[in-house]
């Protein structure tokens, strides 16, 4: 059943490269992140990790402590591991606690396994997205788990839904990282 389901996820996830291709031409740059508001923890994300694929990058940043234990919660660790290309908006520990007292919790009861997966997937695009492949303003984009983010650069920051990117860029050996302030939340699982 697991191998199933992580085949129907990679073939989804496939789709929606395929899918999204066009459209990550005209999402908005994120060059212009502000890189100076990120704590001390999320600047040392470095060079030295650029081999390492998404998920080491989170483990051994240690700012993602929470995005680390519901990944491996949602069993999408092999997944997020695996040969991409991803782009990963990573919410910090700091943005999990923005959360109303009890939700991490909640999402991370194996009973809340598909709600909590829903949340990590909004997270990613199929294919690696860096600051010089997207253009000005504002765009939808597919995210793997089906449903859309808004992308909007103005001349002083870059929004994802409502989410500021904080630090744009973070290379991986399986697509790239770009970090937020908020966590993502997928319209259609709020009540």
Known sequence: MKANTSNNFLIKTAALAIATGSILVSIPSL??????STSAKTTKISATTKKANIVEIAVANGSFKTLVAAVKAAGLVETLSGKGPFTVFAPTD????????????????????????????YHVVPSAVY???????????????????KVT???????????????????????????????????????
């Open 31 to 36: 060059a212009l992140a502000d890189s100076t």
């Open 94 to 121: 700091e943005a999990f606690a923005k959360l109303p007292a009890g939700t991490v919790d909640f999402l991370l009861k194996p009973e809340n396994k598909a709600s909590l997966v829903k949340v990590l997937t």
């Open 153 to 191: 650069k103005t001349k002083k920051k870059v929004v994802i839904d409502n989410s500021k990117v904080v630090k744009a860029d973070v290379k991986a050996s399986n697509g790239v990282i770009h970090v937020i302030d908020s966590v993502l939340l997928p319209p259609d699982l709020l009540p």
């Open 131 to 149: 600051a010089k492949d997207i253009q000005a303003g504002s765009t939808l984009v597919t995210t793997v788990d089906g449903g859309s983010i």
